[in-house]
């Protein structure tokens, strides 16, 4: 006979836990710290559209999603562009002719923003 709540045959393990979880990944550094070569983005997937991100720390700690793939800076507009520094996402220029676009602006799942040299890449995406 089985019982028909039974945790363990939904996927988790007898204390309610999910089964095969990974561990996540932290690899943090104290934001004083003189390196920050340790911190290492988080492969991810946005839980509007599925696709692929990856997050990144800001200066303040705080995580930013980015599309996976860099693209040429000339198509993305100056608001919109982010560079990854030692590991550390920034919104800033740094002169180099590749840059990162934040997630949402590209997501297929919200609202098209509007903004010109993203159409391109939202087609893309």
Same mark, same amino acid.
């Given at each position: 006979? *089985?019982?028909? @709540? @039974? $945790?363990?045959?939904?996927?988790?393990?007898?204390?309610?836990? =999910?089964? @095969?979880? #990974? $561990?996540? *990944?932290?690899?943090?550094?104290?934001?004083?710290?003189?390196?920050?070569?340790?911190?290492?983005?988080?492969?991810? #997937?946005?839980? &509007?559209?599925?696709?692929?991100?990856?997050?990144?720390?800001?200066? @303040?700690?705080?995580?930013? =999603?980015? !599309?996976?793939?860099?693209?040429?800076? !000339?198509?993305?507009?100056?608001?919109? *562009?982010?560079?990854?520094?030692?590991?550390?996402?920034?919104?800033?220029?740094?002169?180099?002719?590749?840059?990162?676009?934040?997630? !949402?602006?590209?997501?297929?799942?919200?609202?098209? =923003?509007?903004?010109?040299?993203?159409?391109? &890449? #939202? #087609? *893309? !995406?």
């Amino acid at each position: 006979m *089985r019982t028909t @709540n @039974n $945790p363990a045959a939904d996927g988790f393990a007898w204390d309610g836990t =999910p089964k @095969n979880r #990974r $561990p996540p *990944r932290t690899l943090r550094v104290s934001p004083d710290s003189p390196t920050k070569l340790l911190r290492s983005s988080q492969p991810g #997937r946005c839980t &509007a559209c599925g696709n692929r991100v990856e997050w990144y720390y800001r200066d @303040n700690n705080g995580a930013v =999603p980015l !599309h996976p793939g860099e693209l040429p800076t !000339h198509l993305i507009p100056d608001n919109q *562009r982010w560079h990854v520094l030692s590991g550390v996402a920034r919104p800033t220029q740094d002169g180099s002719p590749w840059c990162r676009v934040h997630h !949402h602006s590209l997501c297929p799942a919200t609202p098209d =923003p509007g903004i010109p040299g993203l159409q391109e &890449a #939202r #087609r *893309r !995406h």
